[in-house]
C-alpha cells in the first residue's frame, strides 16, 4: 500500500522560510514524478512543483527563483523549500506520486503566511 506523508507545514511571516517533506511508503519513489500542489481556501488546486524520476524539476511561474524542489530516492523523500513567501502562498501543500499506474496523494499541510 502506498502512503503518502507531508510535514513541515507551520505559520511563518512574510519573507520567512519553511521546508515540507513527503515521505513516500512502498516500493514506487524512485519511478515516479513527484509534485507539490496548493490549494488555497476558494481556489482550485495548482501545480507549485514537479521534479521527475531522473531528477528535472519545472516551477509554476509565481513561485520561481523562491521555491526549490528536491527528491533524497535514497530516503524515499521530496522537499519544497520555500523562501521569501508571501500571504498569497498561505494554502495547505499536498505532494502527489505519479507512476505508470496511477496517481498518490498526501493528506496534506497547512502552511499560513502572515503580513
Known amino acids: 500500500q502506498v502512503q503518502l506523508v507531508e510535514s513541515g507545514g507551520g505559520l511563518v511571516q512574510a519573507g520567512g522560510s519553511l521546508r515540507l517533506s513527503c515521505v513516500v511508503s512502498g516500493s514506487i519513489f524512485r519511478l515516479s514524478s513527484m509534485g507539490w500542489y496548493r490549494q488555497a481556501p476558494g481556489k482550485q488546486r495548482e501545480l507549485v512543483a514537479a521534479?521527475?524520476?531522473?531528477?528535472?524539476?519545472n516551477y509554476a511561474d509565481s513561485v520561481k527563483g523562491r521555491f526549490t524542489i528536491s527528491r533524497d530516492n535514497a530516503k524515499n523523500t521530496v522537499y519544497l523549500q520555500m523562501n521569501s513567501l508571501k500571504p498569497e502562498d498561505t494554502a495547505v501543500y499536498y505532494c502527489?506520486?505519479?507512476?505508470?499506474?496511477?496517481?498518490?496523494w498526501g493528506q496534506g499541510t497547512q502552511v499560513t503566511v502572515s503580513s
Open positions: 521534479i521527475t524520476s531522473g531528477g528535472i524539476t
Open positions: 502527489k506520486a505519479r507512476n505508470a499506474f496511477s496517481d498518490y
